[in-house]
């Protein structure tokens, strides 16, 4: 234990102070990127309900990680970069839908109609959440993460497009820096891994955007980076008649793309409407662990 630590000692006094932000709670980077809609609050978990985590782990595995290697210039910007899982690799009449919980201003919403739906019809989904939602949803959150038929992953700390160059998406600017990816990604990492004990182990960054150095850097992390082939609502903007058409245009193997924060949008209804349909064609819905990705 006391070797553990002593090595952990050096491996931050080494590594210099832009780096041990990774040993901390919030990284310092995090505080650059949030913007002032959010209203995260460090202490709102705080008691004796966490489980306790043996942070020296995860220090001694994200240092490993040389960030060097991935201060370079990135030749790909979009949504399907070499490295990016979007189907399931299977000849199976198996889909998968997953959604999107974004956070911030306009994304904090929780659509009850469409988790509800799920319960009542046992849809396995993926649920990709956001560190901001959980701040604000963190009853909700506790709730649909114990629930054995949502696998919880990561949508980002701060919800922004994934580059090690800067760049933007959607007018969102890019993190600009192998160590801002890092932090994008292990915040929300540790702050789920503090509130539940879980690891997650898929990342989809807000936008869905990336650039191929930020995927090989975010696969380092230890994560597989999840996109999708079918565009389920198109950020919550599709009414339920596209909602359905889109679902409906599934094959094999797909994992559909669509958003849980959104009640006012077309998504539950579409959903609502698509599922008896594809089941009805003999798909099955799976949730994206334990499948094999491609
Ligand atoms: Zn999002």
Redesign the pocket.
Known sequence: MLRRLVYILVAIGFVGLTQACTSEEQPIVEEDLITEDEETSEGEFAGDEMPSVDESVEVEESQSIDLEEYNREAQQWGENVDGVKTRIDTEEKKMALTF?A?GGQY?NGYDQELISFLEEEQIPATLFI?QRWIEEQSELFLELAENPLFQIEN?GTA?VPLSVNGGAAWGIEATQSPEEVKAEVLGNHERVLELTGRKMSLFRS??AFYDEVAVELVNALGYEVVNFDILGDAGATYTAKQVESALLGSENGAIALLHMNQPESGTAAGVKTAVPKLREQGYQFVRLDGEKLE
Do not use: P
């Open positions: 999107d974004c994304g956001n949508h919800h807000g936008t």
